[in-house]
């Protein structure tokens, strides 16, 4: 009897191991797909703001050409 419960609690251990084990592996591809995702995230949101940042940059090249011209021409 002793040889019967012995070897049932052996094999609960075991098994409370195995599906410790396993959640801690399911835990931590979650963390993974989400250290992930954050990167494409953040990727897509500057690769939307190039556009943004191109048009700003054409303005402000527009003002120093209008405000370099203009003190040439002051000069002159």
Known sequence: MNL???NL????????????TFNHFVK???AVKDAWSNIAVA????????PILDETLKGYAQ???????C?????N
């Open 43 to 50: 990727l897509k949101y500057h690769y939307n703001l190039t």
């Open 28 to 30: 931590t591809n979650n």
């Open 63 to 69: 003002h120093e050409k209008t405000t370099l011209e």
């Open 9 to 20: 609690g052996i094999l609960l251990v075991l098994a409370f191991l195995f599906v410790k």
């Open 71 to 75: 003190v040439i021409h002051t000069r």
């Open 4 to 6: 019967i419960i012995s």
